[in-house]
């Protein structure tokens, strides 16, 4: 496993990072979530990734008994606010940011994770109130960075511009093969700004590993089957895309690649990129995508990539 820096923090990443969104503490067996985290850790990965919407605390909860005993200093731990976790605790308010910080730590069972990130940006609570809160979080050793979530380059730049509060680190966009949007713009102002990536959903859904057939039914133990979290998957579902996934079957093969080390080598091929974010229901998963760290892309086979899925990257 292979480490980068996190944008200007003094946390090193491991380039594969675990995620606990639609599996731990929600569809994945306790048992088999247990074994994927610990099979992470013997393969060197060291981010976990989480929040406290996941499962409405559960995934949170789920990392807090399966990471005890563990030594703290050995893994860097990640969660999240700002959807709502009742009628009236929601967004990233200075009273959210402190309440629900707390909440997060009770449930992990730590005193500090490492990394407190906003989900998404908070049209409602002005920004110096949630970056002054943020702040407040970071001096009283509850959290080592902040980071934040799906937010635009113009919220970023205003955010690091604001004086005298503690600085984000790291943004965490969507991003792989299919979804190219972050190339935009919030790749350019994180690389002049020293922020970090860690993306996630580069499997996009699992479509990326090739499964998915044009014209046929999802296999029953997938994603796309389980009719509570399929509909997160929306248009790669579609004929076109899966038909282009195809493609790339045979350009995988002969890198000696499997379809998710292809698409999470793709991702980290960007030097500002610090880790892409797996979801693994099985530690086999967990063992295949791991191999993807320090895998190279020739310009040949990234040209490939790209005839291959023309005409349905957003």
Known sequence: M?????????????????????????????????????????????????ANIYGHGSAESFLGDVLSGIDRSSYVLATKLYFPMTDTDRGLSAAQVAKQCDASLKRLRTDYVDLYQCHRYDPDTPLEETMEALTEVVRQGKARSIGF???????????????????????????????????????????EEGVGNIVWSPLAQGILTGKYRPGSTPPESSRAADPTIGHWMGRWREDDVLEAVQRLVP??????????????????????VSSA??????????????????????????????????????
């Open 2 to 50: 292979k480490f980068r820096r996190l944008g200007r923090s003094g946390l090193e990443v491991s380039e594969i990072s675990l995620g606990s969104w639609l599996t731990y503490g929600a569809s994945v067996d306790t048992d088999r979530a247990r074994a994927c985290v610990h099979r992470a850790f013997e393969l060197g990965i060291n981010l976990i990734d989480t």
């Open 149 to 191: 979530s799906e937010w635009t380059a113009p919220q970023i730049t205003d955010a690091l511009a604001v004086p005298g509060v503690e600085r984000f680190v790291s943004s965490q966009p969507q991003y792989s093969m299919l979804w190219r949007e972050p190339e935009d713009e919030v790749f350019g102002v994180c690389a």
């Open 277 to 314: 974010i797996i979801g693994a229901s099985r530690p086999e998963q967990v063992t295949d995508n791991a191999a993807a760290s320090g895998v190279v892309l020739s310009p040949d086979l990234l040209a490939a990539v790209d005839d291959a899925l023309e005409g349905v990257v957003v």
């Open 251 to 272: 350009i995988a093969a002969e890198a000696g690649l499997t379809m998710p080390q292809l698409a999470l080598a793709w991702v980290l091929r960007q030097p500002v």
